[in-house]
């Protein structure tokens, strides 16, 4: 049974890490299991629906861009709000049958965690004295861009795979701004965050407790406080600065699995 204040716990963490390149899922699910005992089905059964929590946070704070994307407000709206719809559809095709089938380890997926990592203080350096780089916009994102963004973000349902993560980095090596790149992430999050956790609520007949309660909502007030200051800090800090640090985040993420391994 979860307490009042691990619910609070749970959901704190995962609207601050929800935003990071570290896995919101992968240490959500080590630290449900080290602290609970609960078995690691359960925990990512209870991480993946506190994305309902995050995708909310996402949704108010883009709320004025995400009614605009709704209604279509001109061309450039309706196109990204087709890429939108079929990034989503591309994410489920994927992470179902991740999520059914494969029952992939944290292992593995902290070596992609680690790859991502890699992948953004390279992507930094290279950029180091070129701060006119990286300007492109969401009107210039193409399918094929779309369609990767997709697929990355289905395998994030690997414990251990940052989505954020995944999709900021394939973004950020496409060429965008930090800023820019952050926002297309955090966009295409919203419907894949509630279709995957009113999926799992269907597909495993998840029972909504107060606990799981608490924890979205709690999850959705951290989260809206936490994007909000990572999207100011990343208009203000330089590019490839942006991208180290993250990168070094996403590194640092693999230090709680790595003291499990070692502990046990």
Known sequence: MVTVMEAVVFGALQGVLEWLPVSSEGNLVLLMVAWLGLSPSETLRSAVLLHLGTGAAALAYYRAEVVRIALG???GYRRLRLLLMAMTLVTGAVGLPVYLLLNLSLAQGEA???LT???LVATGLMQ????GAGRRGSD???WAEALGLGVVQ???IIPGLSRSGVTTTLLLLRGYSPSESLRVSFLISIPAS???SLGLMLIEDVAVTQASLISVSVAALVGFVALGALVRVAERVSFWKICVGLGAVALLGLVPGLLDRLVA
């Open 73 to 75: 407000v001109d061309e």
């Open 194 to 196: 509630f279709a995957a």
């Open 112 to 114: 992609l965690l680690a």
């Open 140 to 142: 210039e994102l193409s």
């Open 117 to 119: 990592g890699l992948a």
């Open 154 to 156: 289905g395998l994030s």
């Open 128 to 131: 180091r004295g070129r701060e």
